[in-house]
């Protein structure tokens, strides 16, 4: 019984920049996923919406419970999913920043929470061009053309936003940084 008290557990990515970051992706989809936010941002930010228009996916993913206007049920799954992939993306990749320089400085690990983003955008941005394409029925060109607009518009929103995730990245311990330092 001793030797089980003994035993610590360390789950995956509970690092607190790690935490810190996929909070931050998870705000940042459940803030579009609202309606007057959405609705906000459109209005105040029309030139946002013109690859939109020619089917590219518009900003990050958001995360709602019901469907958005006349999108229907397996919209809003493909939506939610392409938020799931947005956090696990981006936590990811802070993880594996932090398990491979954990004695960074605080320049780098806010570039690497940067990037963070700027991948998660382009990875759910991807899946989203994607979904698009299957519901205009697009050819192989047209499924090619799809996935990289998303991903390189979902990394440009991940470019704009990526200051808050890099803010978020400077989380943490900064004891056990100096001490891994020397």
Do not use: K, N
């Amino acid at each position: 019984m001793r030797q089980l008290t003994r035993l610590r557990i360390r789950l995956p990515g509970t690092e607190p920049a790690v935490a810190a970051v996929a909070g931050v992706c998870l705000l940042l989809a459940l803030l579009l996923g609202l309606t007057p936010v959405l609705t906000s941002l459109t209005a105040h930010e029309g030139m946002a919406l013109v690859p939109s228009a020619l089917g590219a996916p518009f900003a990050l993913p958001s995360l709602r419970a019901v469907p958005l206007g006349s999108t229907g049920w397996p919209h809003l799954l493909c939506e939610d999913f392409a938020a799931a992939i947005l956090v696990t993306v981006a936590a990811l990749r802070m993880r594996r920043h932090l398990r491979r320089r954990p004695e960074a400085r605080r320049l780098r690990r806010l570039l690497a929470g940067w990037t963070a983003l700027i991948a998660a955008g382009g990875a759910s941005g991807a899946w989203r061009g994607l979904v698009a394409a299957r519901m205009v029925d697009a050819g192989p060109a047209g499924w090619l053309t799809y996935g990289v607009a998303g991903a390189a518009l979902g990394a440009a929103w991940g470019a704009a936003l990526g200051w808050l995730t890099a803010l978020a990245a400077l989380t943490g311990p900064e004891r056990a940084v100096r001490a891994a330092r020397g």
